[in-house]
Nanobody, 125 residues
Framework: EVDLVESGGGLVQAGGSLRLSCVGS????????IGWFRQAPGKEREGVSC????????YYADSVKDRFTISSDNAKNTVYLQMNSLKPEDTAVYFC??????????????????WGRGTHVTVST
């Protein structure tokens, strides 16, 4: 069974950093694309970053470019989202999702197979 588990969220002051992890199981990790999304209270879920595991191509939303870095460790079936220079507007629940087509559609996925349960990120002023 395909499963995704996020971790690494928490409370951090503005300007601080967090590293989120998304561990996948039940699928051939290298064949997939993995996306990070976030949803703030009262707002729609938005694509933050995406990576094609096979070719390493990465995509970022303009709002996080130069602050966030997506990476993968295929040996650990894990995708990371390193978040630096965090701002209060980054506060949201962060989700990862898997796409068996292996190709991101910008910061979104072509076909979401599974969502993770999410991890909360709160950035205080």
């Amino acid at each position: 069974e395909v499963d995704l588990v996020e971790s690494g969220g928490g409370l951090v002051q503005a300007g601080g950093s967090l590293r989120l992890s998304c561990v996948g199981s039940g699928f051939t990790f290298e064949d997939y694309a993995i996306g990070w999304f976030r949803q703030a209270p009262g707002k729609e879920r938005e694509g933050v970053s995406c990576i094609n595991i096979s070719d390493g191509r990465k995509y970022y939303a303009d709002s996080v470019k130069d602050r966030f870095t997506i990476s993968s460790d295929n040996a650990k079936n894990t995708v990371y989202l390193q978040m630096n220079s965090l701002k209060p507007e980054d506060t949201a629940v962060y989700f990862c999702a898997s796409d068996p087509t292996g190709q991101c559609r910008g910061t979104y996925l072509r076909q979401v197979e599974r969502w993770g349960r999410g991890t909360h990120v709160t950035v205080s002023t």
